[in-house]
T-cell receptor, first 113, second 116 residues
């Protein structure tokens, strides 16, 4: 089974802190994604990566950056956390084949106070 | 532009009732894929089904069935004889064929509450 893991299920951080959310997948997938989920807005794509050291902005990249130094790991970075970044963050991965099915991690619920 | 609309924000049913979750999509592409995901209270999205644009056959899997109609750009999901364990948020999603990035476009989700 494909497994996507995220470093924390719950995080509480203070405004202005630098926050790292880690995501690891074990299926040698090329593509990895970070989404945030907010009530009434569904899932919105923040950043994605289709290869090591490659990244592209999604629909809402402002306030975020990412890092992909190894194929299996994709990190989301909040350089200076703000209260409007309180949300559920979901990581996903998919291979380069035809299925397009994305496999999701359990999510990290981040609260910024 | 591509878009997925799930007009039903919340649905509440009593156990054993049948329920249909609506999904309407917009795309100009001729080749695309549609998905349904389930998000139980634990938070992890669980893949339910994938359909490509050339396959309009309805699909049934146990109590779940899907009705794909290109003429109305809809991909509706029906749960027969609902159970409490079906309580979750359900997302419909769309993806274009091709490209290295496989970006999914999600609807806003429908929260289904099944009461005992």
């Amino acid at each position: 089974d494909v497994k996507v893991t995220q470093s924390s299920r719950y995080l509480v951080k203070r405004t202005g802190e630098k926050v790292f959310l880690e995501c690891v997948q074990d299926m040698d997938h090329e593509n990895m994604f970070w989404y945030r989920q907010d009530p009434g807005l569904g899932l919105r794509l923040i950043y994605f990566s289709y290869d090591v050291k490659m990244k592209e902005k999604g629909d809402i990249p402002e306030g975020y950056s990412v890092s992909r130094e190894k194929k299996e790991r994709f990190s989301l970075i909040l350089e200076s956390a703000s209260t409007n970044q309180t949300s559920m963050y979901l990581c996903a991965s998919t291979g380069a084949g035809e299925s397009y099915e994305q496999y999701f991690g359990p999510g990290t619920r981040l609260t910024v106070t | 532009a591509q878009k997925v609309t799930q007009a039903q924000t919340e649905i509440s049913v009593v156990e054993k009732e049948d329920v249909t979750l609506d999904c309407v999509y917009e795309t100009r592409d001729t080749t695309y894929y549609l998905f349904w995901y389930k998000q139980p209270p634990s938070g992890e999205l669980v893949f339910l089904i994938r359909r490509n644009s050339f396959d309009e056959q309805n699909e049934i899997s146990g109590r779940y069935s899907w009705n794909f109609q290109k003429s109305t750009s809809s991909f509706n999901f029906t749960i027969t004889a609902s159970q409490v364990v079906d309580s979750a948020v359900y997302f419909c999603a769309l993806i274009m064929e091709g490209g290295a990035t496989n970006k999914l476009i999600f609807g806003t989700g429908t929260l289904l509450a099944v009461q005992p």
